[in-house]
């Protein structure tokens, strides 16, 4: 059986509109935008919550929920790409600050590339 690995190209390429789309669905408060970009055993964890999510489900309720949350009180995200020291690229939350500095998020993602792990971490962890 042949492999299905992604070259670095295509996982940049993928980290890219990924990052993006994670974006958008911030900006319009919107979920259901990531829906397709997500492996159905994909992990979310983040330094500041202290259950890691072990399913596409699971993340994208706790999302729905937290993007409700955000619409409801008014808050704008604004975000930047930015390139780190231990991923090609990140997607910087520029308009907000963490005690810890600021935050943003990253992905890997599988074979077919599909995002399987998305973190939420402080800059220094890019």
Do not use: C
């Not at 399913?55 to 999302?63: G, I």
């Not at 993007?67 to 020291?85: A, H, P, S």
């Not at 907000?96 to 792990?117: H, L, R, T, Y």
Request: charged fraction near 20%; proline fraction near 1%.
């Amino acid at each position: 059986m042949g492999s299905n690995k992604l070259t670095t190209k295509t996982q940049n390429v993928m980290e890219e509109l990924f990052l993006n789309k994670l974006a958008e669905a911030y900006q319009t408060y919107d979920a259901s935008i990531l829906e397709d970009y997500l492996a159905d055993d994909m992990h979310y964890a983040s330094m500041w919550v202290f259950h890691e999510m072990t399913s596409k489900q699971e993340y994208m309720d706790y999302l729905t929920g937290k993007l409700q949350t955000l619409k409801k009180n008014g808050v704008r995200m604004e975000f930047q790409i930015v390139q780190g020291m231990m991923h090609e690229k990140a997607l910087l939350v520029i308009n907000q600050q963490s005690p810890d500095g600021n935050f943003g998020f990253v992905a890997d993602f599988n074979d077919d590339g599909k995002v399987i792990k998305l973190n939420i971490t402080i800059q220094a962890f890019f």
